[in-house]
């Protein structure tokens, strides 16, 4: 694809805002990608869904769209198999193509946005599973060198929302491919997480297909989670922050109702999402943009927000979750 200038990357974003590039240019191949980088010059953006990003200003360099393809077996047995997928990939798209096919243990990831080149990167996760569970390998260019380097588990240094590729290795490299592993025979389902066993039990369903659980994963996402199609947004804002048992038992104290989530001998892992709303934010409307009405981690764009404005209300939440609860939040999301 021939370089674009000046380009918009309103539809490149789920948050839909406007922002433009100096040059953008989509490759759907390591080929074509490695011709980009030997004769680039400018400071490089890499986009795969625009679904973990927040743009606050024009971009005065290369946008550079990964939309490499390709979902193609390595290895087959009558237990698992062995699967390469193209980054460029949409991730939904690969967890339906799996269920299909009845390969498990991506079920609870169904409908998490963006592309599969993303998912190791922000080790993304739901409803109690991990992308490092199915994670075999990955082939990623480097920038510089245009070297081909394979990236095996231990390499990538997963932890919750973490991976190298967020610190010693950030910038330095585009991934290209993900190489997953999935079981075929049956496998122990993880129900227990969130509302999944609630969905099951209303639809009558008591023992779940892998199909049967990415449904009713589909369904709570849907009910709680705006369509970027309609609001933009880019799923959940904030990580859920861990925090030290002894803290939180001290909140308990005067919170009676705060969740949390044992993580080690030591520490407790609180949803975002609750303290947020403990702070008076869901719903919250500032203009174009603001908190959504069914979710408070999620922040959106109702339609001509900017992405400044959605950092200020992210730095205002953040401040009051501090003033409140002494806890600090971290964001998922990019800022660009």
């Known amino acids: 694809m021939e370089i674009i200038k000046e380009a918009s990357l309103k539809s490149y974003n789920t948050f839909g805002l406007e922002a433009k590039a100096k040059f953008f240019q989509e490759v759907k191949s390591e080929e074509a990608l490695k011709n980009v980088?030997?004769?680039?010059?400018?400071?490089?953006?890499?986009?795969g869904g625009g679904s973990n990003i927040l743009l606050t200003k024009d971009f005065d360099g290369l946008v550079l769209k990964n939309s490499i393809e390709g979902i193609d077996v390595i290895k087959e047995s009558d237990d698992y198999v062995i699967v390469k997928v193209g980054a460029g990939v949409i991730w939904h798209d690969f967890v339906l193509y799996a269920i299909e096919k009845n390969w498990g243990g991506i079920e609870n990831l169904s409908l998490i946005?963006?592309?599969?080149?993303?998912?190791?990167?922000?080790n993304i996760g739901a409803y109690g599973v991990e992308i490092k569970e199915v994670f075999e390998s990955l082939e990623a260019i480097h920038i510089k060198t245009l070297d081909k380097k394979v990236f095996l588990k231990d390499e990538c240094e997963f932890g919750y929302r973490e991976?190298?590729?967020?610190?010693t290795a950030k910038g330095q490299y585009i991934i290209t491919s993900v190489t997953?592993?999935?079981?075929k025979k049956e496998h122990t389902l993880n129900t227990s997480y969130g509302a999944i066993k609630e969905i099951l039990n209303q639809n009558g369903i008591s023992?779940?297909?892998?199909k049967d659980v990415s449904d009713a994963v589909i369904q709570i996402r849907?009910?709680?989670l705006p369509d970027p199609k309609k609001i933009g947004n880019a799923g959940s804002f904030f990580k859920n922050p861990t925090i030290?048992?002894?803290d939180y038992e001290m909140l308990k104290l005067e919170y009676q109702d705060i969740p949390g989530y044992v993580v080690s001998e030591n520490e407790v892992k609180v949803p975002a999402g609750w303290l947020i709303e403990k702070c008076g934010w869901k719903g919250e409307k500032r203009g174009n943009i603001g908190v959504h009405k069914?979710?408070?981690?999620?922040?959106v764009n109702y339609g001509n927000g900017s992405g400044d404005e959605i950092k200020q209300l992210a730095i205002d939440i953040r401040e009051s979750v501090i003033s409140k609860f002494g806890i600090h939040l971290m964001p998922e999301v990019n800022f660009i």
């Open 37 to 47: 980088l030997q004769n680039n010059q400018e400071e490089l953006l890499i986009l």
């Open 163 to 167: 991976s190298v590729f967020k610190h």
């Open 113 to 122: 946005p963006g592309t599969v080149g993303a998912a190791p990167m922000q």
């Open 244 to 246: 030290d048992k002894l």
């Open 207 to 210: 023992h779940p297909t892998i």
């Open 180 to 183: 997953f592993k999935l079981t």
């Open 222 to 224: 849907q009910s709680k």
């Open 294 to 299: 069914n979710q408070a981690l999620v922040l």
